[in-house]
């Protein structure tokens, strides 16, 4: 799943518009973005199997600290509490929380049973990436949602807002397309640096961010929550 986790991330930004869509995307790839520092510290293992899957040449062979579902409840827990004390946003704190989790349970309908529920435990998966077809429909179904949502949730402020917010978008669908149909990656460690590469999602992410605002609807959504 890639598409997946950051159209979580857009849709969080109608829950907590205040919080930066910058954040709300590394929480959401949070298990993505430790994975390869764990691949390059040899501490968690995979390898690379052209055709073992026809979406995926990935065969996770050991990865419970970054992608089982207790360690992710976990960091997405040690996420929130260091949220809250910078902030002290309950709301935003909860939501990055749960963000980080939510990865497992998208990974969940990608993989094939690979994913620990915890380091140690039973390994799961449904197998989304046995067919490419599909694999395409329920990406792009998510990602269309969570732009619709995130455009309806905010308004650009000047030009660079609502050009940069698209030029985004693009870049993320031709990023999915090409893993999905380019050559696999020659070896881990090419694999781990570019899986590392998705961290400069985050800066770009909250740039674009910050030259948006929420949008009157999203403003009186939260103004009707705060009162009931």
């Known amino acids: 799943m890639f598409l997946g986790h950051i159209a979580v991330a857009l849709a969080g930004k109608r829950i907590s518009p205040k919080t930066s869509l910058g954040t709300l995307i590394f929480a959401a790839q949070f298990a993505d973005l430790l994975w390869p520092l764990l691949l390059l510290a040899g501490v968690e293992e995979v390898r690379i199997v052209p055709g073992l899957l026809p979406a995926s040449p990935f065969d996770f062979v050991s990865y419970p600290i970054s992608h089982s579902l207790l360690a992710d409840v976990g960091w997405g827990a040690l996420l929130a509490?260091?949220?809250f004390a910078a902030r002290r946003d309950v709301r935003?704190?909860?939501l990055l929380g749960a963000l980080v989790p939510s990865h497992w349970f998208l990974d969940f309908i990608a993989h094939r049973p690979d994913l620990p529920l915890y380091p140690g435990g039973d390994e799961v998966g449904l197998s989304m990436w046995s067919s490419v077809a599909v694999?395409?429909?329920v990406e792009l179904a998510l990602f269309s949602l969570g732009v619709a949502l995130y455009l309806r949730t905010t308004r650009a402020r000047d030009r660079t807002g609502q050009v940069a917010f698209f030029a985004l978008v693009a870049l993320l669908v031709v990023v999915f397309?090409?893993?999905l149909f380019g050559p696999p990656p020659p070896d881990v460690g090419t694999l781990a640096?570019?899986?590392l590469a998705l961290v400069l999602l985050v800066p770009f992410?909250?740039?674009i961010?910050?030259?948006r605002r929420p949008s009157p609807d999203a403003i009186s959504a939260r103004e009707a929550r705060a009162s009931s």
């Open 209 to 211: 961010d910050r030259h």
């Open 205 to 207: 992410a909250a740039w």
């Open 81 to 83: 509490a260091v949220a």
């Open 177 to 179: 397309f090409g893993a």
């Open 193 to 195: 640096v570019s899986a």
């Open 92 to 94: 935003s704190a909860l």
């Open 135 to 137: 694999t395409i429909l």
